[in-house]
């Protein structure tokens, strides 16, 4: 009995060290302040602590960055457009399976100040962000396969508003597979991605079937990622 209970001991403990969890302060860059505790943290799941060093500053998941006011306000000016047009099940360079997708310009006043928050949190100061807003609508079936953004027509930094769903984006380093990343974009959260972690990691958002976070699944609906980017210099 004593054998039974020391294995089960040594097992646990096992897996704790292989799959580590992590909460950060909720303030304005929570990586950049540092490892707070290892208790189970609200939106990074890690394999080690050598990729969460590695992407320290370089990720970030501000859960409830818009109302449901302001989701509201979003969906109203989108669904319109959106509805015009088919899920598609390819892509032009096999990325993403059950989207549609459009780019707008103009916005409410509603949308506008989100989107002001949206620059004043995410991007350097001064920096030009891409013209129009890229708008991803991602059936319940769709997801977006593991890829590395393109610098030519990208800069440093990306930002997605999570509307409709939760779901799971997981980062995984392009030099090592082994290790990986996996974020909980909660409905109505932003995320923000920059520099390495946007060219030498892979990011995809998990189907449905394969999203779970911290041992836990999380539902994946029909999502619509509202999608911010800056220029390259």
């Not at 009995?1 to 097992?11: D, F």
């Not at 992590?22 to 189970?40: A, C, I, M, V």
């Not at 100061?125 to 890229?134: A, E, I, R």
């Not at 890829?147 to 769903?165: A, N, P």
Request: glycine share 6%; charged share 30%.
């Amino acid at each position: 009995m004593k054998l039974l209970v020391k294995a089960a001991i040594q097992a646990q403990r096992t897996y704790f060290q292989r799959i580590l969890l992590y909460r950060f302060t909720s303030d304005n860059s929570p990586l950049r302040k540092g490892l707070q505790s290892t208790e189970e943290c609200g939106w990074l799941c890690a394999s080690s602590r050598e990729i969460l060093s590695a992407v320290r500053g370089l990720v970030e998941v501000r859960q409830n960055f818009i109302s449901e006011e302001e989701e509201k306000a979003l969906l109203k000016e989108l669904e319109p457009g959106l509805r015009k047009k088919r899920y598609e099940f390819d892509h032009w360079d096999n990325a993403i399976h059950g989207f549609r997708e459009t780019e707008r310009l103009q916005w409410g006043d509603v949308c506008e100040s989100v989107f002001r928050r949206v620059r004043e949190v995410a991007f350097p100061k001064g920096s030009s962000l891409l013209g129009p807003v890229h708008v991803l609508d991602l059936d319940k079936a769709g997801y977006i396969k593991p890829h590395v953004d393109s610098v030519k027509f990208c800069g440093s930094t990306i930002t997605g508003l999570s509307l409709l769903s939760d779901s799971i984006m997981r980062l995984v380093p392009e030099n090592n597979s082994a290790e990986w990343l996996n974020l909980l974009l909660s409905r109505r959260s932003l995320y923000i991605l920059r520099d390495d972690a946007r060219f030498k990691y892979t990011h995809e958002i998990l189907k449905d079937e394969e999203s779970f976070f911290s041992g836990q699944k999380v539902p994946r609906h029909r999502r619509i990622s509202v999608i911010c980017r800056n220029l390259p210099v």
